[in-house]
């Protein structure tokens, strides 16, 4: 069975940082891209980043740039989001998701439960 | 950024009826085009990827269609489980987006 569990959520102060750890089991995991999406409290879905397969290659909205870092260590199947600089608006709960291909474009065909991620002074 | 615009926001229906979601892109994004259920509390699920392809596990009654900028998203007979969220997602170019989500209630 596909799981991703999320890991690392909690409350921060704004300018403070917070690492997401997203552990994967139960398929190949370098064969598959890894994105982080968020969605704030009666929000929707906001993708935030993506890394490839090997993590040679990663993207990241306009809102996470310069600010938020994605890795991965396909040796213990696992992707990371790392969280600087952090602002009021990036309270979201953050969800872990598969891409259905190597890269960045295609659907999410599996989700983490999510990590609720408090962004307040 | 591509902008994917929902119709309608929200929606009430009685079980049984048929149900149709609509999602406009802002432009030309062929068939890169995917639905996600959502229920309270929980994470998105997949539903129809490609437009119109079910996932597998799906159950028959959800539908896709469209492509270029107008897609649709039909429920043929609404049940009381299908009580959630519905989000388009297009994947034509970076960054993803989603609509902003159509809320189903039942009447």
């Known amino acids: 069975e596909v799981q991703l569990v999320e890991s690392g959520g909690g409350v921060v102060r704004p300018g403070g940082s917070l690492r997401l750890s997203c552990a994967a089991s139960g398929f190949t995991f370098d064969d598959y891209g890894v994105a982080w999406v968020r969605q704030g409290p009666g929000k929707g879905l906001e993708w935030v980043s993506g890394i490839n397969w090997n993590g040679g290659r990663t993207r990241y909205a306009d809102s996470a740039k310069g600010r938020f870092t994605i890795s991965r260590d396909n040796a213990n199947k696992s992707v990371d989001l790392q969280m600087n600089s952090l602002r009021v608006e990036d309270t979201a709960v953050y969800y872990c998701?598969?891409?259905?291909?190597?890269?960045?474009?295609?659907?999410?065909?599996?989700w983490g439960q999510g990590a609720l991620v408090t962004v307040s002074s | 950024d591509i902008q994917l615009t929902q119709s309608p926001s929200s929606l009430s229906a009685y079980v049984g009826d048929r149900v149709t979601i609509t999602c406009q892109a802002s432009?030309?994004?062929?068939?890169?085009l995917n639905w996600y259920q959502q229920k309270p509390g929980k994470a998105p699920k997949l539903l129809i990827y490609d437009a119109s392809n079910l996932e597998t596990g799906v159950p028959s009654r959800f539908s896709g269609s469209g492509s270029g900028t107008d897609f649709t998203l039909t429920l043929s007979s609404l049940q009381p489980e299908d009580i959630a969220t519905y989000y388009c997602?297009?994947?034509?170019?970076?960054?993803?987006?989603f609509g902003q989500g159509t809320r189903l209630e039942i009447k």
């Open positions: 998701a598969r891409v259905h291909n190597s890269g960045f474009l295609y659907y999410f065909d599996s």
């Open positions: 997602q297009h994947y034509d170019d970076l960054p993803i987006t």
């Open positions: 432009q030309d994004i062929s068939n890169y």
